[in-house]
């Protein structure tokens, strides 16, 4: 099955840290760019990274901050948060540039105190 699942949100304190994965199964995750959006509460789906397995790129809001990573042989991308601020509250999602495109169900992440 081709999917992509996401884990690793939760809730953590303004200048805490996470994690996210995303796990990819059903086609050849190295040939691909994966990319992780994100949704804010009533906010439109923006752009936070991409990893093409040669390079990466940011949004300027997270640079410096987060960090994409992907691990071929496991088949998944990796999100490292740090310095988390209130306004990086949203649902991110894992985007793979496959024919059609592929997104993941997203996993919450909330920054509060």
């Known amino acids: 099955q081709v999917q992509l699942v996401e884990s690793g949100g939760g809730l953590v304190q303004p200048g805490g840290s996470l994690r996210l994965s995303c796990a990819a199964s059903?086609?050849?995750?190295?040939?691909?760019?994966l990319t992780w959006y994100r949704q804010a509460p009533g906010k439109e789906r923006e752009w936070v990274a991409t990893?093409?397995?040669?390079?990466?790129s940011y949004t300027d809001s997270v640079k410096d901050r987060l960090t994409i990573s992907r691990d071929d042989a496991k088949n998944t991308v990796y999100l490292q948060m740090n310095s988390l601020k209130p306004e990086d509250t949203a649902w991110y999602y894992c985007?793979?540039?496959?024919?059609?495109?592929?997104w993941g169900q997203g996993t919450q992440v909330t920054v509060s105190l």
């Open positions: 990893s093409d397995g040669r390079s990466t």
């Open positions: 059903g086609f050849t995750f190295s040939r691909y760019a």
């Open positions: 985007y793979a540039s496959i024919a059609g495109g592929l």
